[in-house]
Every structure is written in structure tokens, then in C-alpha cells.
């Protein structure tokens, strides 16, 4: 199969979100070169995504699990967002890919497709993906080596997501869905603490690791990957973190490796 190098200059920044209030003035100032704002947050005011769609280029996250009943509201979704001027979609399966393509929208692949080697990265070309998000498992000489078939980014700030639930972890724990009042935590045997989000709207539980990956001080090496961008993904930070994370990539320090990965 053939091999294709990245770009040599270093990647540009591509940002991810999980709530609305977490779009600062400071981030769109920053201008990112996509920015990942969950489908179901879009589609709460379409208004307001006219005018960010014309601020910055805006991808739609979908939901990672989405059932044969739900599919029908999930493209009607894609649409009304297409209509406000969003025309790209982040999936984290493949079985998104074409009711996505149904909708006349453009993929990208996110970390969930587990993209871990040149056959594959030439696969999401052969799928026509626009950008693909490499494995987190990988090392980075493996992600330097890896054929480029698709516009490559990595993530180098956030919490890896770690399982989906189909039950709501809260509503097992207490009887009660409380979803939507904040973010919850589930606590292993040693203390350690997992925020729980939501999988998109619905009430599936996504469990994602207590420590964030900090690769924002290393940034020279980065750029020396082949990537088209590198992800910020803020989960579970208010809007003066954020402003504090984009600073902290904007002027880097060295991070404190007791609180992250």
C-alpha cells in the first residue's frame, strides 16, 4: 500500500467541547482550525450556531452509540445543522459514516476508531474521511511513521474517554437520573476519582479518566509528527480553566505530573 507523509509544518490546534459555556471569548479569539461542539448543543439554538458557523469552522460531534430507533432523529439533526451552515461531523463509529454521508455532511474520525497503523489510516482514505484522530495508544515514533493516507490529528490535552455505558451509572447507583445536574464521579478502591458525562443527549454514561493527558509542553515534538492539528478536549473544566488551558498551550510550562498522564 502506499505511504503517505505528513504535513512539515507544525499542527494547528483543533479544539473540542462538551458544554456551550466552554466556547470562551478567548478560545474564538484563539481562532482553532475546527472546533468540536457536541450535535445536541447545536441544535439547542440554531441561531447561535449560524453565527459561530461563521466565526469559526464548526465539526458536530455525534453521539458514540446511536440505535436503529434513533437514527431517524439523529440525521433530522445533522440536517437542521447543516442548514445553519455546519457542514462536518466527528464519528466515533463507523457505522455513522454513511447515515452521516446520507445527510451530506463531511467525517471525521475520531480517537474511537482506534486508527493505530498505516492500513488503517489508508482505509479511512478509502472511506473518504476529511481528518482522522490517531489511536492513544500509540507512541509517538509510531505516529510519526504512520502513513498520513488522511489529514492526521493526535489529542494532547484532555481526559481520555475510558468506556460507554447503555445504563445510566447514575441512575444504578441511586434509583434516580440526575444526568443533567452537573457532573458526577464514580470512586475506585483507592480514591481515585472517573468523571461521568453524558454519551451526546442521552442518558448513556461515558466514564473518562480521572487524570487529563498533558502534552502541551511538548510541543516541538509534536510538530515534528506529520500532523495536520493537535486536540484540546475540555470535559469537565468551567470557562476560566479553559482560558487558563489555552494559555497554558499558547506560552507552555512545564505541567505537574502528579495530576496528569
Same mark, same amino acid.
Given at each position: 500500500?502506499?505511504?503517505?507523509?505528513?504535513?512539515? #509544518?507544525?499542527?494547528?490546534?483543533?479544539?473540542?467541547?462538551?458544554?456551550? #459555556?466552554?466556547?470562551? =471569548?478567548?478560545?474564538?479569539?484563539?481562532?482553532?482550525?475546527?472546533?468540536?461542539?457536541?450535535?445536541?448543543?447545536?441544535?439547542?439554538?440554531?441561531? @447561535?450556531?449560524? #453565527?459561530?458557523?461563521?466565526?469559526?469552522?464548526?465539526?458536530?460531534?455525534?453521539?458514540?452509540? *446511536?440505535?436503529?430507533?434513533?437514527? #431517524?432523529?439523529?440525521?433530522?439533526?445533522?440536517?437542521?445543522?447543516?442548514?445553519?451552515?455546519?457542514?462536518?461531523?466527528?464519528?466515533?463509529?463507523?457505522?455513522?459514516?454513511?447515515?452521516?454521508?446520507?445527510?451530506?455532511?463531511?467525517?471525521?474520525?475520531?480517537?474511537?476508531?482506534?486508527?493505530?497503523?498505516?492500513?488503517?489510516?489508508?482505509?479511512?482514505?478509502?472511506?473518504?474521511?476529511?481528518?482522522?484522530?490517531?489511536?492513544?495508544?500509540?507512541?509517538?515514533?509510531?505516529?510519526?511513521?504512520?502513513?498520513?493516507?488522511?489529514?492526521?490529528?493526535?489529542?494532547?490535552?484532555?481526559?481520555?474517554?475510558?468506556?460507554?455505558?447503555?445504563?445510566?451509572?447514575?441512575?444504578?447507583?441511586?434509583?434516580?437520573?440526575?444526568?443533567?445536574?452537573?457532573?458526577?464521579?464514580?470512586?475506585?478502591?483507592? =480514591?481515585?476519582? @472517573?468523571?461521568?458525562?453524558?454519551? =451526546?443527549?442521552?442518558?448513556?454514561?461515558?466514564?473518562?479518566? =480521572?487524570?487529563?493527558?498533558?502534552?502541551?509542553?511538548?510541543?516541538?515534538?509534536?510538530?515534528?509528527?506529520?500532523?495536520?492539528?493537535?486536540?484540546?478536549?475540555?470535559?469537565?473544566?468551567?470557562?476560566?480553566?479553559?482560558?487558563?488551558?489555552?494559555?497554558?498551550?499558547?506560552?507552555? *510550562?512545564? @505541567?505537574?505530573?502528579?495530576?496528569?498522564?
Amino acid at each position: 500500500q502506499p505511504h503517505y507523509a505528513g504535513p512539515k #509544518e507544525p499542527p494547528a490546534p483543533v479544539i473540542q467541547v462538551t458544554t456551550k #459555556e466552554q466556547i470562551t =471569548g478567548r478560545l474564538l479569539k484563539m481562532q482553532p482550525a475546527v472546533l468540536y461542539v457536541p450535535l445536541h448543543i447545536l441544535l439547542e439554538n440554531l441561531a @447561535f450556531t449560524h #453565527e459561530l458557523h461563521n466565526r469559526v469552522r464548526v465539526c458536530a460531534v455525534l453521539p458514540k452509540i *446511536v440505535h436503529d430507533g434513533e437514527m #431517524e432523529t439523529l440525521k433530522q439533526g445533522m440536517l437542521a445543522v447543516r442548514r445553519a451552515g455546519v457542514r462536518e461531523v466527528l464519528v466515533g463509529n463507523l457505522g455513522l459514516v454513511l447515515p452521516a454521508r446520507d445527510c451530506r455532511m463531511d467525517v471525521r474520525g475520531d480517537t474511537s476508531l482506534n486508527l493505530y497503523s498505516s492500513v488503517a489510516m489508508n482505509a479511512a482514505r478509502e472511506l473518504e474521511l476529511i481528518s482522522a484522530t490517531v489511536s492513544a495508544e500509540m507512541t509517538l515514533p509510531q505516529i510519526r511513521d504512520v502513513s498520513k493516507a488522511v489529514p492526521a490529528e493526535m489529542l494532547c490535552y484532555g481526559r481520555m474517554p475510558l468506556m460507554v455505558t447503555e445504563n445510566c451509572l447514575i441512575k444504578g447507583r441511586t434509583g434516580s437520573c440526575t444526568c443533567n445536574q452537573g457532573i458526577a464521579k464514580l470512586t475506585d478502591k483507592t =480514591g481515585a476519582e @472517573f468523571p461521568i458525562l453524558k454519551d =451526546g443527549n442521552s442518558c448513556r454514561s461515558v466514564l473518562h479518566n =480521572g487524570k487529563k493527558l498533558n502534552l502541551l509542553d511538548r510541543q516541538n515534538d509534536l510538530s515534528r509528527l506529520g500532523l495536520w492539528a493537535t486536540r484540546l478536549y475540555f470535559t469537565t473544566e468551567n470557562p476560566r480553566e479553559v482560558d487558563m488551558v489555552l494559555q497554558s498551550y499558547l506560552s507552555p *510550562v512545564p @505541567f505537574d505530573p502528579g495530576a496528569c498522564t
